[in-house]
């Protein structure tokens, strides 16, 4: 099932508990958990701990094969999804980390052949790939009572999904294993929440569990719902015991569906035994009071706890009727009276017909109390003569009302403006007073017993005084600092239910948007949710440290800089406004990232057999529709679009040339937009491996990459450099200067982000050529470690034999 809409949800909660026999349940949406989890990851960057430290590390997978070399590649802010989420089990997620930069280069090699470089992935915050696992919810007792957190440490089943098949995200995702499980504690840990024993009087939280649940069990992969779910805290309040079971993945799921202008991401439940027991017992029974004893009514863990009188009463004041009556023996008028002895109401229940006082829940925003009861006892007239005594009773029933109101200010919910509903006595008699009744003796005494009975229980109730009711410790215990759960409803059905949205306090301070991709040059506005004294704003560089004041003006307009100062292609900077509000210091940052091209095209280069499919992609950051063209048609490739996916195509590698001597040819394909004049290009590269890669290509050892000039060489079996004159050199693809009689390589003085040089040799042989193929990303001097990792790969394989 889907989410429940405001008025379904506690509609289903009518006269049920839905708690599990816990005192309090809270639930916090996904998307809430995420933006927490963005803003720990945000502050970091801020922070003396720091941030996990862009990765380089090779992956081997399947036989040894395949390399994946990944350089300076960066990893996002977590953010938690739950499609494998069950309640019954310990709190677990899917835990994603896009990869938001760095290079990732692959090495393969087919049957017979040698390894080579077959794909270039260049990393950026749009469209890149993906590291996931299966993460533990977990609680630590580091201080305080309990801490909720995700220790990235103690998650497994990792995957990456830059690679194809299961087998082989499961192999690359080891190696990221390895590196998260050697991580130190400050870049592990992402707190969530902490119970530090702040006191609440009865609603004090003292212990809790920590469980998750998808918000529809049903949902597939591709529905909107798939993988939506909610934190849940089980909780134990003071002095109480903890409960015994959890929702299954079928029962109700307690967060509503957006909807009326209103956006619900966290549910409090308390519990209606607590709330019976703890909270309207005792009020009722101060307020009340004339010995009132409440006791709460319990019946079964699933429905709702009321409450019922078991003590308690008191007399009812004049019990005595007075009335006229007629004596025929002296012809006069006469007064006499009837004396009710006993006259008295008891709260506590009498018989089956007259439950006494009850409370419970009558509709969803209301607290109902109910008084059946009967005053009974001797009616004697006259009264101080017994000729006449007969049994009277009072049968009595008052209904009452509280409505459940939620104050604005300070969010506690109150029960108030308690209100009657009805009110009713009738009294029957066992007997006759004879002629004492022969005028209006009889309806004078009923009259009475009525005014009488129905003036006292109303008095017994009507100054009903309940406590505003403080959630914000139980509501609280996830999003610490400076977020909390601002409530928008409040309703009784049976436990107290209380729905909002989980923002930040209004104490704090909330810069506006929080992630930002541009590109560059282009601008925009910071917004504060408060405007601080002395309020200054900042701009730092998350790798360098850098501060860039340069980039933010005054009023908070941020301007990127121009594609020439993103040496990477892209730049991601930390934006911080900081001052002092109500004379506290506040502060708030967001993360911009700019990109020196509004096109975004992954992989860079590829290669495979003719006739080989690969899925390409290509996103536009300002959502503009991109034109895809093949500039090589003359290799025979295909490009088709993919249904339902505007920003991918299929490619199919055509044929190539009919000569059987040329064993590569490179195919270039152009992903290009057109704003107000202004084109914008960009390209991958697809290498057609109509022959085997024979021989692996080198760098020369005396070659400086750093320099921007390398000299591609091959090798004889001895490690010898061979001629270049010997080789046939060709460059395939690329930007640069290239000379096809010596193999040296120059880099241009300006290198655009995403460039590569792809480069080939053939050694003619009297049996058969040997060919060899390099493909290099630029600029060079920034891949210098990664072109030697990728050298290792290659030397090992060619010192296997």
């Known amino acids: 099932m889907s989410k429940f809409t405001l008025t379904q949800l506690t509609n289903q909660m009518q006269g049920k508990s839905f708690t599990y026999g816990w005192d309090a349940v809270t639930l916090y949406d996904q998307r809430k958990t995420n933006e927490l989890l963005f803003q720990l990851y945000v502050e970091r960057f801020n922070s003396e701990d720091g941030y996990i430290e862009p990765i380089t590390m090779e992956a081997p997978w399947g036989d040894g094969s395949y390399v994946e070399h990944m350089y300076g590649l960066k990893l996002g802010a977590p953010r938690l999804s739950f499609e494998n989420a069950d309640p019954k089990l310990p709190a677990k997620t899917r835990l994603t980390m896009d990869m938001i930069g760095g290079m990732i280069v692959s090495t393969k090699k087919y049957s017979g052949g040698r390894m080579f470089v077959s794909r270039m992935l260049k990393v950026l915050p749009v469209g890149g790939p993906q590291l996931w696992m299966d993460q533990p919810i977990t609680k630590a007792r580091v201080s305080g009572l309990g801490d909720v957190l995700i220790d990235l440490r103690d998650a497994d089943n990792f995957n990456a999904n830059f690679v194809i098949g299961s087998l082989a995200m499961e192999d690359v995702g080891r190696r990221f294993e390895e590196y998260i499980k050697s ?54 309040l003071k002095d109480g015991q903890d409960g015994l079971d959890f929702p299954g ?11 009326n202008g209103q956006r619900y991401t966290g549910t409090m439940l308390l519990s209606s035994r607590i709330l019976a027991g703890k909270v309207l017992k005792p009020a009722l029974e101060d307020s009340i009071g004339s010995g009132l004893v409440l006791r709460v009514v319990d019946a079964g863990r699933d429905m709702a706890s009321t409450l019922e009188a078991t003590a308690g009463g008191g007399n009812i004041s004049w019990a005595t009727a007075q009335y006229q009556y007629w004596y025929a023996p002296t012809q006069n008028y006469g007064w006499t009276s009837s004396k009710l002895d006993p006259f008295a109401y008891t709260f506590s229940k009498i018989d089956s017909n007259a439950p006494g006082l009850t409370v419970n829940y009558s509709a969803t925003r209301r607290l109902m109390i109910h008084w059946i009861g009967i005053v009974s006892g001797r009616c004697k007239v006259p009264a101080v003569n017994p000729s006449h005594d007969f049994d009277y009773r009072c049968n009595y029933e008052l209904g009452m009302k509280l409505e459940v109101q939620l104050n604005r200010e300070n969010n506690h919910v109150e029960l108030t403006d308690p209100e009657l509903l009805g009110m009713d006595a009738v009294t029957t008699f066992g007997g006759s007073a004879g002629h004492y009744w022969n005028l209006d003796g009889e309806n004078d005494t009923k009259g009475h017993i009525r005014e009488r009975v129905r003036t006292t229980i109303y008095d017994a109730v009507k100054t009903i005084e309940v406590p505003s009711i403080d959630t914000f410790l139980i509501r609280n215990l996830l999003f610490p600092g400076h977020n909390a759960l601002h409530l928008t409803e409040a309703f009784i059905p049976g436990d107290l239910a209380v729905f909002g949205e989980i923002d930040p306090l209004r104490t704090s301070l909330v810069l506006s948007p929080r992630q930002s991709t541009i590109e560059a040059t282009s601008g925009f506005q910071f917004s504060l949710s408060a405007t601080p004294d002395n309020l200054v704003w900042k701009v730092r560089d998350v790798d360098g440290q850098v501060d860039m004041p340069e980039l933010i003006s005054s009023t908070g307009y941020f301007t990127a800089p121009a594609a020439d100062q993103l040496p990477d292609g892209f730049l991601a900077v930390v934006v911080t406004a900081e001052g002092t509000l109500n004379g506290v210091a506040v ?56 249904a339902g996916k505007p920003d991918e195509r299929e490619y199919t590698a055509g044929p190539g040339s009919t000569d059987p001597n040329v064993p590569f040819y490179m195919d270039k394909i152009e992903i290009k937009q057109t704003v107000n004049g202004v084109t914008t290009t960009a390209y991958i590269h697809f290498l057609i491996t109509k022959l085997g890669v024979t021989t692996p290509m080198w760098i020369s050892e005396a070659s400086d990459p750093a320099s921007g000039t390398v000299q591609f060489e091959l090798r004889g079996r001895e490690g010898t450099p061979i001629d270049p004159s010997r080789v046939i050199w060709k460059l395939l693809g690329g930007t640069g200067t290239f000379n096809d009689q010596t193999g040296v390589y120059q880099q241009p003085a300006f290198v655009p982000p995403g460039s590569l040089v792809v480069v080939s040799g053939t050694v003619p042989g009297e049996l058969q050529d040997s060919h060899a193929l390099a493909a290099v990303p630029l600029p060079l001097e920034r891949y210098v470690e990664l072109i030697g990792s990728v050298g290792n790969t290659l030397k090992a394989d060619w010192g296997s034999d």
């Open 183 to 236: 991580l130190d504690t400050k870049l592990s840990w992402f707190p969530l929440g902490r119970l530090e024993g702040d006191l609440n009087g009865v609603l004090t939280p003292q212990h809790f569990e920590v469980r998750t649940m998808k918000s529809d069990p049903n949902a597939l992969f591709g529905d909107e719902e798939y993988g939506d779910g909610a934190v849940m805290l089980f909780i134990t």
């Open 587 to 642: 502060q708030s940052s967001a993360l911009v990232t700019i990109l020196a091209s509004v096109i975004v095209a992954n992989p860079i280069y590829d290669a495979g057999d003719p006739g080989e499919k690969r899925k390409f992609t290509a996103q536009s950051v300002n959502g503009g529709v991109l034109e895809w063209n093949i500039l090589t048609p003359q290799w025979g490739s295909r490009l088709d679009p993919v």
């Open 249 to 259: 993945i079928r029962d109700p799921y307690m967060i509503p569906a957006d909807g």
